[in-house]
């Protein structure tokens, strides 16, 4: 969070740093077709593998020990989980660069709006994902237009304290 207001702060200097720190805290502008076409293979081979390990992903939730009890091969399936993970960040941080906390607190959202069922949460994660960020992207452009602030200040800002809510509620649930 306090990097996200060092950011910003720098950002609203000099072209040569904006330009960096653009990189690093990511942006979608000027991205078109072309990049779209570059990270498409990528998201359809990803989102495919979780897709397709969405039961016993929700097995894996209970536990590994319990998963291997329910027949889940459970260290083929964290690799491939892994796998498609890494495939999905790699592309995305490829195109875009590093945009925080959308992978972090999108999911656990989710969770709580729609359920732990990762064969709805997987594609609605996706979704809600995709609509926040479209929606950090507006805010970046326009809260001080001219100038475009790199679109993981927004969500660092929005997503930060999100994550710090969830994780002392999940503290309160576990003590308490």
Known sequence: FL????????ALTGDELRQIIGWLLGSVSMRGWDYIKIILPFFIIGSCL???NAKEL?????????????GVNVHKRKLIVL????????????VSGT????????????????????????????IT???FLILADLVSRTIISPTELPIGVITALI??????????QRKKERSG
């Open 58 to 70: 929700n097995a894996m939730s209970f536990g590994e020990e319990r998963a291997q009890h329910l």
């Open 129 to 131: 994902g995709a609509g």
């Open 83 to 94: 796998t498609a993970g890494s495939i999905l960040t790699g592309a995305a941080v490829a």
């Open 99 to 126: 945009i925080g906390f959308v992978g972090l607190v999108i999911p656990h959202l989710s969770r709580l709006l729609w359920g732990p069922d990762h064969r709805q949460l997987l594609p609605l994660s996706i």
């Open 3 to 10: 990097g996200a207001i060092i950011s910003l702060m720098i």
């Open 50 to 52: 979780l897709l397709f």
């Open 159 to 168: 997503g930060a304290p999100v994550f710090a809510i969830i994780l002392l």
